[in-house]
């Protein structure tokens, strides 16, 4: 079996930042890529952004580039960190963990069979 957990969610202003951590324990021998994803109410489930195994490829969404970025732990084995700088309201959701198999950024949803119980993000004023 393998646990994911989310943690570093909160209430945050417009313009503001926030990281958010991902780490992936128990069977995780063949644990390589890990992504981030979000869901707003009423909306489904979205990609966010991912990252390789090696950590040195990376895909996001359009609506993120340029203000998210995600890396993987230095220290720590399937960690990952997604750093979200100038956050606006239309990035309020609940925010998701994803971790796979595999050597590449994924960022189609039902590949990932791992998920946290993901970490809630409200940007308002």
């Known amino acids: 079996q393998v646990q994911v957990a989310e943690t570093g969610g909160g209430l945050v202003q417009p313009g503001d930042s926030l990281r958010l951590s991902c780490s992936a324990s128990?069977?995780?021998?063949?644990?390589?890529?890990m992504g981030w994803f979000r869901q707003s109410p009423g909306k489904e489930r979205e990609f966010v952004a991912a990252?390789?195994?090696?950590?040195?490829?990376?895909?996001y969404a359009d609506s993120v580039k340029g203000r998210f970025t995600i890396f993987r732990d230095n220290v720590a084995q399937n960690s990952v960190h997604l750093q979200m700088n100038r956050l606006k309201p239309e990035d309020t959701a609940v925010y998701y963990c994803?971790?796979?198999?595999?050597?590449?950024?994924?960022?189609?949803?039902?590949?990932?069979?791992?998920w946290g119980r993901g970490t809630q993000v409200t940007v308002s004023s």
């Open positions: 990252i390789s195994r090696s950590g040195n490829s990376t895909d």
């Open positions: 994803g971790a796979k198999a595999s050597t590449w950024a994924e960022s189609v949803i039902r590949s990932y069979p791992y």
């Open positions: 128990g069977r995780t021998r063949n644990i390589y890529s």
